[in-house]
């Protein structure tokens, strides 16, 4: 009964029993969030939710699962927690750290790769790029999407189709990486996750085939537009040609938008701590502590710093803390 309305689909067809496959959904923030209940109340059998980040008020207005009692508990534990509710019958996992190329073979920890689909429901390039190289190199299925303002992109890879990849066309735009800045229509990521599900299944259903590789889709969600459009492979691409993969390999620290580094201090400290705080800075009270700045300081002795890098989050702690 749960699955009857989809059952019931001439198209597309979906069986339960190909729904048994490992999906990882990177990011679950508005795409993610969004993709991940589609996910869930499909009936894919194992999702395992990946984001460092902590639920901030401006959040939700469109994280469609996140409440206002969630605000500053992590992303990817509370979305397991909903999705459990929303679906008992799967199984569904979470890590609270934030992928980078020094962690990603731990955290990913593929075992069946034919069975496993990655998904990018990052806001930043260089993941993107960094899951564009690991699943070149490790022949894994990678749906990658972005939303911004009112427009967004869907595009799949299928290593047995060697269709080009993400490095193949957009090489040069790097340098652009948005930190989502210019805002976004809830409405746009909706339509963003509706494209995921289908290309979902058009993998799972192996609707993709040489004489039907996947084209880029680009959408905007305001003016009612979806374009299906070619991508040619890149006989220069340095990823999927060459195979360097340099984001993978890059020794240097990854850049993000924000990231929250933890720190620690002794709770005993913390009034002391607060007070020194508040002598210098304007602080905000909260029920679990309080906050300044990009910082956030638990009763129970716990620091979250939001920085772009760990050396800047570091200069920040010996600002304050030591
Ligand atoms: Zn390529």
Sequence with gaps: MRYSRHLNLDRPKINRKDLDINLIIIGCGGIGNNIAYLCASLGIKNIYLIDGDIIEISNLNRQTLFFEKDILKSKSKVLCEKLKKINSQINIKYSSKTVDQLNIDNILNINNKDKTIIIDATDNMNTRFLL??????????????????????????????????????????????????????????????????????????????????????????????????????????????????????????????????????????????????????????????????????????????????KQRANIKFNQYFT
Excluded at 290 to 296: A, G, L, P
């Design 132 to 309: 564009n190289d690991y699943c070149i190199k490790n022949k894994i299925k990678f749906i990658s999407s972005s939303t911004i303002m009112t427009t967004g992109y869907v595009y799949s890879h299928i290593p047995s189709l060697n269709n080009a990849c993400l490095n193949c066309f957009l090489e040069n735009k790097k340098s652009n990486a948005s930190c989502g800045i210019e805002g976004v229509l809830n409405g746009s990521l909706f339509m963003c996750a509706s494209i995921m599900i289908s290309e979902i299944i058009k993998i799972i259903n192996k609707e993709y085939n040489t004489k039907n590789i996947p084209k880029l889709i680009k959408f905007n969600s305001y003016d009612y537009k979806i374009q299906l459009i070619n991508i040619n492979k890149n006989k220069k691409c340095n990823t999927c040609k060459n195979k360097k993969f340099i984001h993978l390999d890059n020794k240097k620290e990854m850049q993000f938008c924000s990231k929250n580094f933890q720190k620690k201090f002794n709770k005993k400290d913390y009034e002391k701590v607060k007070k020194r705080i508040k002598s210098k800075k304007k602080i905000n009270d909260l029920n679990i502590g309080f906050s300044f700045e990009n910082i956030i300081v638990f009763k129970m002795g716990k620091i979250l710093i939001k920085e772009s890098t």
